[in-house]
């Protein structure tokens, strides 16, 4: 069985740190998608990495697939209060269907003003 | 609509009910995916269909669970004989196949007494 383990688990700052969070596995993935999930919504995708060693950047965040494509990460910089949220990895199974993305437990963010 | 639509968005049932939950995917998207998640839990695949048939059910957790598209756009979710083990937010989410990026509804939320 596949596992996506996020870390860490909980996590709260004040508005203007810096952060990261990360997605590990044992598991190759062909690729690996992170999510933004609010109370009572469901997740909304933020970006997809393919490539090992890709790095994609959105506004102040900044998402890394590592060169195994076991694992990655999100870095945020400059944290404001909208960031809050559950964040989740997920990663398709290597040559397997596409309906089975697989989702790590995901790592609850709090900023404060 | 223009999103994934859900319905009911929340249902209270009592154990040994029968449940149907409903989704009404994105206009146009032939893939369509169901999720449950559990209180601090990321997303659990159920089950993916790809136009009208189930293209990988391998996470439906029983023969109590059961998932049709008939017409190949609205997706039913049955759950037999409820226990309430199967009390969480159940997720559906649409997409193409080509571009691997899903959209989720806004779950129904289940409650077994």
């Known amino acids: 069985t596949q596992l996506l383990e996020q870390s860490p688990q909980f996590l709260s700052i004040q508005e203007g740190e810096n952060l990261t969070v990360y997605c590990n596995s044992s598991s190759v993935f062909s690729s690996l998608q992170w999510y933004r999930q609010e109370p009572g919504e469901g997740p909304v995708l933020l970006v997809t990495?393919?490539?090992?060693?890709e790095v994609k950047k959105l506004k102040r965040l900044t998402f890394q697939f590592g060169d195994a494509r076991k694992d990655s990460s999100l870095h945020i910089t400059a944290a404001q209060p909208g960031d809050t949220g559950l964040y989740l990895c997920?990663?398709?199974?290597?040559?397997?269907?596409?309906?089975?993305?697989?989702f790590g437990k995901g790592t609850k963010l709090s900023v404060k003003p | 609509g223009a999103g994934v639509s859900q319905t009911p968005s929340n249902k209270v049932t009592e154990k040994g009910k029968y449940v149907e939950l409903r989704c009404d995917p994105i206009?146009?998207?032939?893939?369509l995916y169901w999720y449950r998640q559990s209180l601090g839990q990321g997303p659990e695949f159920l089950i993916y269909?790809?136009?009208?048939?189930?293209?990988?059910d391998s996470g439906l957790p029983n023969d109590r669970f059961f998932a049709v598209r008939p017409e190949g756009s609205v997706s039913t979710l049955k759950i037999q004989r409820t226990e309430r083990g199967d009390s969480a937010v159940y997720l559906c989410?649409?997409?193409?196949?080509?571009?691997?990026?899903?959209?989720f509804g806004e779950g129904s939320r289940l409650t077994v007494l």
């Open positions: 269909f790809q136009g009208t048939g189930a293209a990988d």
């Open positions: 206009s146009g998207h032939t893939a």
């Open positions: 990495v393919v490539t090992g060693g």
């Open positions: 997920a990663g398709m199974n290597y040559g397997g269907s596409q309906g089975n993305l697989i």
């Open positions: 989410a649409s997409g193409l196949m080509n571009t691997g990026e899903l959209f």
